[in-house]
């Protein structure tokens, strides 16, 4: 392979690689303040692209796009209010078998909303043929965007975790919610904030990637199950290392298409989840025995 | 004898229902609920993984599929290219090989589904052995997305391979004829035929099950759902009884497949699709979990308004709307006792 092949893979590996970080960060902040695995997380990823696709038409791309990550999360907090915050108390097995009512309910309603067609945002700046040289190897300059959105969201979240009263507020009701809540902290408050920010976050991966990989009614429990592979091998509750391992995750698919044949890009990926979840489930980067005390 | 009375009652109803269609001329609603009965076997072995054992399974349509396609493929070779070869003689000194026209005239020489069905359900329980091994040690959540990995495997797979078919699926899969005058096929001649062969299989599956369900096994697997550690601590060998129980549920999926490729003919990649996983795990659900009559009425039920295409547009939104809202207001299901008990009290007037 020659060295600008090389890099073209690479590049495409990091931008599918990128969708599947914006999936498993939103895993990892639903699940550390609610300890829920959202089965419908990829659904996110769905209604960003196809709300931001439908505002396009009639106005600019910011604004839809904004439009489309306000909605997304007003519907992710919407989910958690009325169903989520009533199942506190069930079984785990419960807990699954809803996200994943849900997950059909948003894809279901999305079909009667904007029938089978595949859809694609525009591109952000340039067109299908637009490209850019790097090092021999042409790419889209969305990908360069989607690259852009990655960092600025990975830097943007570290630091709302770190260093702002809202998200320590969040981090502490995954770290104990009773001690959270002897404290002041409104912890159904968080919980709702979580899920709202996990579907915003999904939606704008699903408007960067729109132009290059297209949105479909059905595209979510694919994004749901790659997503799930990133957040475990990053470590779950861990929404920076996500964004690490998804970018592995996307260049070993990039690269086994240059091997096997497309159809079974999926099979790899989900063979190293379940080599992961039965031989490492804290993940590459996670702690062993940190993971041991955790309850999934 | 007191726990086979329900089996009875249903032996009397399935013939009540084929009367009733006799009666009315309405013989043609025979094949959907045929079908139906199909799929209530997978929804049965989901019910023992699920239900009883109270391991999560979101991959039941790929050992469905399993049985399926294995049928598919195997009695869809052509043989009489191969007459010579050691394979050829090997099945013919079994008496495995079968012929048959084609509607161009040409004879097809072809391995009898018996032998199909013998590999349906070794394939099938060797994938579960496989699968449940490492993966029945996980919990909860992970289980689940492991599970629903496995069937996202077996489709892919299915779509992606040139002799299952690919996208299009396997369509001349030929009736299997199971002794002289009767096969296990759509035609309008064996409706029903097919139809009590159906219920025939069900009930058999209901006696194992509820023989399984009220032996020392069956305890085991009840004390396994309601905490996994105190049954361990009990000195049930959890590992072993839910990778069996894991293994009941398969073969169950791949007999029902089995017949149902031959019922229709053929079998498409859309019967391993997670969908489909959910429709199995919605129907358990609905039945009440650990409660194989509930499983049995529901997915009778469900299956058969699908079929008839009662939903309409709504086909798939109906299973996930029933899967919230059972989740929501009723966890417990909805066939069990207490419902009866409260419908009862709504007519009587409360004590």
């Known amino acids: ?296 | 004898m007191k726990k086979y009375l329900p089996v009875m009652l249903l032996a009397g109803t399935v013939i009540i229902i084929q009367l009733l269609t006799l009666i009315t001329g309405k013989g043609f609603l025979l094949t959907q609920l045929t079908m139906s009965t199909w799929y209530v076997i997978a929804a049965l072995g989901l019910c023992m993984v699920m239900g009883y054992a109270g391991q999560i399974s979101l991959g039941q349509a790929g050992f469905f599929a399993i049985g399926g396609y294995t049928t598919a493929v195997l009695s869809t070779i052509d043989f009489s290219a191969r007459t010579g070869t050691s394979v050829f003689s090997f099945f013919d000194s079994l008496g495995l090989l079968l012929t048959r026209q084609t509607i161009y005239g040409d004879t097809v020489i072809y391995l009898s589904p018996w032998a199909a069905l013998i590999a349906a359900i070794l394939i099938a329980g060797l994938t579960a052995w496989g699968l449940g091994v490492p993966v029945l040690k996980l919990r909860g959540h992970y289980l689940g997305m492991a599970t629903m990995g496995f069937g996202i495997i077996v489709n892919r797979i299915v779509v992606g391979t040139k002799i299952f078919g690919e996208a299009d699926g396997i369509s001349n899969v030929p009736p299997f004829k199971m002794f002289p005058g009767f096969e296990i096929s759509g035609k309008v001649g064996f409706r029903v035929g097919n139809y009590y062969f159906a219920w025939l299989v069900v009930i058999i599956a209901l006696i194992l099950l509820i023989n399984l369900i009220n032996s020392r096994a069956g305890r085991a697997l009840k004390a396994l759902h309601g905490s996994e550690d105190a049954a361990d601590a009990m000195g049930v060998n959890t590992a072993r009884c839910k990778t069996a129980v894991f293994i009941i549920g398969a073969v169950l999926a791949a007999v029902a497949g089995f017949f149902m490729t031959h019922y229709n003919g053929g079998i498409g990649p859309s019967e391993s699709s997670v969908i489909k996983s959910v429709r199995y795990v919605s129907i358990v659900a609905v039945g009440g979990m650990a409660n194989i009559w509930g499983t049995l009425i529901m997915g009778m039920l469900l299956n058969f308004l699908s079929l008839r295409g009662v939903f309409g547009h709504f086909d798939d939104a109906v299973f996930g709307i029933i899967l919230v809202l059972m989740m929501m207001f009723m966890p417990d299901g909805f066939i069990r006792k207490e419902v009866f008990y409260s419908i009862k009290t709504l007519f009587r007037g409360k004590k």
């Open chain 1, 1 to 296: 392979m020659a060295l600008n092949q090389i890099l073209q893979y690479i590049f495409s590996g990091i931008t599918v690689g990128s969708i599947y970080a914006f999936v498993a960060i939103g895993y990892n902040i639903i699940y550390n303040s609610t300890g829920i695995i959202n089965f419908a997380q990829g659904e996110f990823v769905m209604l960003g692209g196809m709300i931001a696709y439908t505002f396009s038409n009639f106005m600019p791309l910011l604004p839809a796009i904004i439009a489309a990550i306000l909605i997304t999360a007003a519907i992710g907090g919407l989910i958690e209010n009325v169903f989520i915050r009533r199942m506190r108390k069930t079984s785990v097995l419960g807990m699954i078998v809803i996200t994943i009512g849900l997950s059909i309910l948003i894809r279901e309603f999305a079909l009667s909303i904007w029938d089978e067609q595949i859809r694609a945002l525009r591109f952000f700046t340039g067109n299908e043929i637009s490209s850019v040289n790097i090092l021999g190897a042409r790419i889209s300059p969305q990908v360069l965007w989607v690259l852009g959105v990655t960092l600025v969201l990975t830097a943007g979240l570290y630091f709302f975790l770190k260093f702002t009263l809202t998200g320590q507020a969040m981090r502490a009701c995954s770290e104990n919610p009773t001690a959270a809540k002897l404290c002041g902290i409104r912890t159904d408050r968080m919980v709702s904030l979580s899920f709202m920010v996990s579907a915003g976050i999904g939606a704008l991966g699903g408007c960067v990637v729109s132009p290059l990989t297209q949105t479909h009614y059905a595209m979510g429990s694919d994004l749901a199950i790659k997503g799930f592979t990133v957040a475990i091998l990053g470590g779950l509750g861990n929404p920076m290392s996500a964004v690490a391992a998804g970018i592995l995750l996307g260049l070993i698919e990039a690269f086994s298409i240059s091997i096997l044949p497309m159809a079974y890009k999926d099979v790899i990926s989900i063979i190293i989840l379940l080599i992961v979840l039965v031989a490492r489930p804290s993940g590459l980067f996670g702690s062993r025995s940190a993971s041991a005390l955790k309850d999934y």
